[in-house]
């Protein structure tokens, strides 16, 4: 053991050197601190909370879907566990508002028929320049993976949000298409205006829409979406961790007692 | 080696496949009784630890290739449905994206023991060399699997690196066309991307192999540097070491594992959750923090092609270690000015790490020309310079006998 613990010491102290070291480099200066509200699927037994989950998917198919995609999510997902966890019939319901075209009859014309559990998220736009042609040119991005493209995460996000501010600070230019948020890295101007207000929606279980409120819950929601198996791989980790631990006890126990005699 | 063991096989069966192939013969004198110093301490379980991590990479990586399409349409989508669609898709591609990091981690150690307790010296020449390779070609292999999930920092990382490859007189152009399959990185590139990416750790599993060989001829050395002299200073690979490194595995297991299941994503940029778009460049394009000392020093100096030579001429020099430093004492135990240089050093590669990752300007650029000089100055210039000028400490006569070597302090 005499040097088991400086081994550990340095792989601590080098994973701290490089996880700092890619932070200091993307925080932009000029940029507040992220706000970090506090979100339950934080940390080692973290779960996300399943009425934050549904609220948020309202805010998301009332709102944002209007401009971005999810493109990576199926309807199924929304059964899943450690999802919003929708029953299946209102799964279905909500596929089958949607439409696609993806086969063909027998006289060759393209079938529209309704979206299934299996089918993906339908997108806004049928591409990308027409995303971009309705949004002054610039193109909403998908949504599926969007907490953990962003430094920050889901408080980059929530921050991002709620953030919107009329006043524009001196000295800033931002032209006239462009909004100002000061969580946008660069803070020359975001071009999505701002999306939330308060009681833009009418949340179905009756909390209060604030700005605040709806840029949380969607944000878990969003959350949800990046890592669908989240909650999965925190319970395994639990179990395989402590598998390790236990077996890691009865290692060291064995080793010391095999090399009591040679020592 | 003492040869003071001997396989006797016990049945008719084993005396039968004895001496046709002699495969538990072998596996009898390398694995289970091979006599291994009794002193190696936990920086010597970093070799059974690479071991299973190669093991680890290759079998995630094989089922990785089940489910991925290389094709520049279809990469950043199929990793996406590897870890939404594919059962435990999640478990396996965080297992291997994780696990290139703590193949990375292990070996900078193994090759940090190496280098303070000489274990490059005569007669180890041949198995520091490659070890040498296989480290080579764990870069390029790192390289080339942090292009396929076709990500933004997958995509200009590979733009980056390619260019530069450029730079290099005559082949330049070729070799980037090469490497490109066109004139850009597209799918072409993806493509013989992966072909290499899936082939040369096969390579390194070969490569291994002849490492370990390369071990078993002359033995492991051991802290003290002093040769085995008998029966006394050994102890058989099994249990004794099979025991205690496997110890050590599940140690780093653990830390493994925390990233795996709850931090997956702390070692790679969020960038790379954004697909590859040619017509738009990150801010800051860096390498995973396994590459940053190389980034680092490439950047320090203003010349690309200077740069390029210095980047490689810093793995290079590796391979000239045993005739760099000649001091016949091999251990940093007994040599207190080696021994200080030794941990500047280990400051300096840790520095540049950090350094290749910050924007080389003002006081980040000073910084990384200093460092980057003092990096191939202990090579070329302390090393050396000590193996004339030092003055060991007194040794042990051996690792048993604790007793000072007289003569040792008259080389």
Redesign the interface.
């Known amino acids: 053991m005499q040097n088991i613990s400086k081994i550990l010491l340095i792989l601590i102290s080098i994973l701290f050197l490089y996880g700092t070291s890619y932070a200091s480099d993307d925080v932009n200066q000029e940029t507040p601190k992220i706000l970090k509200p506090g979100f339950s699927f934080e940390g080692p037994f973290g779960v996300f909370d399943r009425s934050e989950l549904r609220r948020g998917y309202q805010v998301y198919s009332e709102v944002c879907s209007s401009c971005h995609s999810i493109d990576q999510l199926s309807f199924r997902n929304l059964i899943q566990k450690g999802g919003p966890e929708f029953s299946e019939e209102e799964t279905k319901r909500i596929a089958s508002q949607y439409t696609i075209s993806d086969r063909f009859d027998d006289y060759g014309e393209l079938i529209e028929r309704k979206r299934l559990l299996s089918d993906r998220f339908p997108s806004p736009f049928p591409n990308k320049k027409a995303a971009m042609s309705a949004n002054n040119g610039s193109y909403p991005p998908d949504l599926s993976l969007i907490v953990k493209a962003r430094v920050g995460g889901h408080n980059y996000i929530y921050s991002l949000l709620s953030g919107y501010e009329e006043t524009i600070p001196e000295g800033l230019e931002v032209s006239g298409i462009l909004s100002y948020n000061p969580w946008y890295p660069g803070s020359a101007g975001i071009a999505m205006m701002q999306p939330l207000y308060d009681d833009l929606i009418e949340y179905s279980d009756g909390t209060p829409a604030t700005i605040n409120q709806m840029a949380y819950d969607v944000s878990v929601f969003l959350s949800w979406v990046s890592e669908p198996e989240l909650e999965v791989r925190k319970k395994m980790g639990f179990v395989v961790i402590g598998f390790l631990i236990i077996f890691v006890i009865l290692m060291y126990l064995s080793t010391r007692r095999l090399w009591k005699e040679v020592h | 080696m003492n040869n003071d063991y001997e396989y006797v096989p016990k049945n008719s069966f084993t005396r039968w496949l004895d001496t046709r192939l002699p495969i538990l013969r072998f596996t009898n004198e390398h694995i289970l009784q091979f006599p291994t110093p009794?002193n190696l301490?936990?920086?010597w379980t970093f070799g059974f630890i690479l071991t299973f991590f190669l093991i680890t990479q290759i079998i995630t990586g094989v089922i990785l290739a089940m489910h991925y399409a290389p094709n520049s349409l279809l990469a950043f989508?199929s990793i996406?449905h590897i870890?939404?669609d594919v059962n435990y898709g999640?478990?396996i591609r965080?297992a291997h994206s994780n696990g290139s990091s703590m193949f990375f981690?292990a070996v900078y150690?193994h090759m940090f023991r190496g280098l303070y307790y000489g274990s490059y010296k005569e007669p180890r020449e041949v198995l520091w060399i490659l070890g040498c390779i296989i480290y080579f070609l764990m870069i390029v292999t790192a390289f080339m699997g942090y292009v396929l999930p076709w990500g933004q920092m997958s995509y200009w990382a590979a733009t980056v690196i390619i260019n530069l490859v450029g730079t290099l007189p005559i082949i330049g152009d070729s070799l980037t066309q090469l490497l490109l399959g066109g004139f850009a990185v597209d799918n072409p590139t993806l493509n013989r991307f992966f072909s290499l990416h899936y082939l040369i750790p096969f390579i390194i599993f070969g490569l291994v192999f002849l490492h370990i060989w390369a071990l078993h001829v002359p033995g492991n050395n051991n802290p003290t540097g002093v040769s085995i002299q008998g029966k006394q200073d050994t102890?058989a690979f099994h249990?004794?070491y099979t025991?205690?490194d496997?110890?050590?595995y599940?140690?780093f297991?653990?830390?493994f594992?925390?990233f795996?299941?709850?931090n997956?994503?702390?070692?790679g940029?969020?960038?790379n959750?954004?697909e590859a778009d040619p017509m738009l460049t990150p801010?800051?394009i860096?390498p995973e923090?396994y590459l940053?000392p190389f980034y680092a020093i490439l950047r320090a100096v203003p010349d690309k092609l200077f740069g390029v030579l210095l980047m490689f001429g810093s793995i290079v020099v590796l391979f000239f270690l045993p005739w760099l430093d000649t001091m016949k004492v091999r251990s940093a135990r007994y040599r207190p000015f080696y021994k200080m240089f030794f941990f500047i050093f280990v400051l300096d590669c840790?520095l540049l790490?950090?350094l290749g990752?910050?924007?080389p300007e003002g006081i980040y650029l000073l910084l990384s020309r200093v460092s980057t000089f003092y990096y191939f100055a202990f090579f070329i210039l302390i090393m050396p310079a000590l193996s004339r000028l030092e003055k060991p400490n007194p040794m042990p006569i051996g690792i048993s006998n604790p007793a000072i070597d007289q003569n040792a302090r008259l080389d």
């Open positions: 009794k301490n936990y920086f989508d996406e870890m939404r999640w478990l965080y981690l150690i102890v249990p004794y025991v205690k496997f110890f050590a599940i140690v297991l653990l830390l594992c925390y795996i299941f709850y997956p994503n702390a070692l940029h969020p960038d959750y954004i801010a800051h860096v923090w940053l840790l790490g950090y990752a910050q924007v």
